[in-house]
């Protein structure tokens, strides 16, 4: 359980839009029938980072059962409030994901931009895919360190410098004490030699639908949704301009 974290304490009171959760689970739902053994209706899902729920309310209208896993407290009692009031069926747990433990195996894991607010993202991941079926999905997306505009706090280079410069810049933009609890995201390469390590076979992919792209998070003007065409264009043509995305879309299938 936490109790307190800098992100949310200064985050302002925005959520995800409806056009972006129905795309990103519409994406996730897709993948997880082509790759999978099961028809989306039968699937048991984990949503890992489950904050308030948006995206495991969304997705229960569709598929077998939901669990979702949320180490913060204050956002965990948001989603049992939305659980209540929608009269839900969804089950959350206020745990860390390495200390979830569930008899039930997933056939669909939801990891949406959670690893970098993950200290312990080895030991993290090795529990999800125990958590997994044989054959089952994780679909991830995350921010890239590489970035040059910082995903949380929209800090130039924030995401570049040691920790310790990291949280003298906060301070001194008045944007928290701390970085720390955001400060895990990782390059196109080093979420490679990351997969490496487990049981599966991954690939990043490009989205179908434009809402869902963490490439370009889903969101903005016109001038913004033109450089997420052309961001688009140029990973079609070569793997390598991963390493100038926003972020990433990966999905792992467990061996």
Known sequence: MIT???????RTKESVSERVLGAVVQEALKLAEENTSKKISQLVVLDVGSGSGEYSFVLERYVKKVV????YLP??????????????????VNKKIEDFSSKQKFDLVL?????????????????IFNLMNKGGLLYLTSPNKSWPIEAHYHLPFLSWLPLKWAN??????????????????????GTKKFFDQFPCKYRFIVPENADVGYLGCG???????????????LIKISPFFWNFSKGFV???IKK
Do not use: W
């Open 68 to 71: 979702g896993v949320e180490p």
């Open 168 to 189: 003298k810049y906060m301070q001194l933009t008045r944007k928290g004490e701390t970085y720390e609890d955001c400060s895990y995201s990782l390059t196109y390469r």
């Open 250 to 252: 990966l999905i792992a």
């Open 75 to 92: 956002k965990h009692r948001e989603a049992i409030k939305g659980k209540k009031k929608r009269r839900s069926s969804v089950v959350f």
């Open 219 to 233: 969101e903005g003007d016109g001038f913004y949704r033109l450089g997420l065409k052309i961001g688009i264009r």
């Open 4 to 10: 307190e974290q800098n992100y949310y304490k200064h």
């Open 111 to 127: 990891s949406i931009t959670t690893i970098e607010h993950m200290p312990e993202s080895e030991k993290s991941f090795r529990k």
